[in-house]
């Protein structure tokens, strides 16, 4: 019998072992986890600061179709407000708004993708002027090719300044749109 005793009492020890063991473990783990939730308030109280960010050839959304359509929304309504704010162009009938806005924003989405994928280096190293430039162009040719005898701009000065105040206006309603759509999760 005092074996029978004496292995009963080897296994409680090993059982309030076993259990001192686990107690332990379960006292790590718990402060583990207290440190990682400390690590996420710390983390959520970082990214609720404002980050301004440039995003180079920036996304309404990624559905190119809806992408595209928001682009051409935007563009048109830019253009015909810079064009009739400050008259930089002549033209005989609304539609060629329209069809310049439509025209620049089909082009523009191709120059952005093909000099975003395949020349971004560049991109960088220009700070995104090569954008700009490319904009000209775009502006330029369809001034000078497209709309020939419906749409004009008085000189050239004039469209590189056209440009810039319309570049520079999208970029900015753009950039609040987008962090808009982010907020929403509508992006």
Do not use: C, P
């Not at 006292?27 to 308030?41: N, R, S, V």
């Not at 983390?43 to 682009?71: A, D, L, R």
């Not at 064009?83 to 989405?109: G, K, M, N, R």
């Not at 900015?172 to 759509?181: D, H, K, R, T, V």
Request: glycine fraction near 2%; charged fraction near 25%; hydrophobic fraction near 50%.
């Amino acid at each position: 019998m005092s074996e029978d005793i004496k292995d009963e009492i080897q296994e409680e020890l090993v059982e309030e072992e076993n259990l001192e063991q686990e107690k332990e473990e379960l006292e790590q783990l718990l402060k583990a986890i207290e440190e990682l939730e400390k690590m996420k308030k710390k983390e959520k109280k970082w990214s609720s600061n404002k980050i301004i960010s440039i995003e180079f050839g920036s996304v309404f959304h990624h559905n190119i179709y809806i992408n595209f359509s928001f682009s051409f929304i935007l563009n048109l309504t830019l253009i015909y407000l810079v064009i009739e704010i400050f008259h930089f162009a002549q033209y005989t009938d609304i539609l060629y708004i329209v069809i310049l806005a439509f025209s620049y924003t089909f082009f523009e989405t191709i120059y952005k993708k093909y000099v975003l994928y395949n020349h971004f280096s560049f991109v960088i190293k220009s700070l995104g002027f090569i954008f700009y430039f490319g904009y000209v162009v775009i502006f330029y040719l369809l001034d000078v090719i497209l709309l020939d005898e419906v749409f004009d701009f008085y000189n050239e000065t004039l469209l590189v300044v056209f440009v810039a105040i319309f570049t520079l206006i999208r970029y900015i309603i753009g950039s609040m749109l987008i962090q808009n759509f982010r907020r929403r999760n509508l992006r």
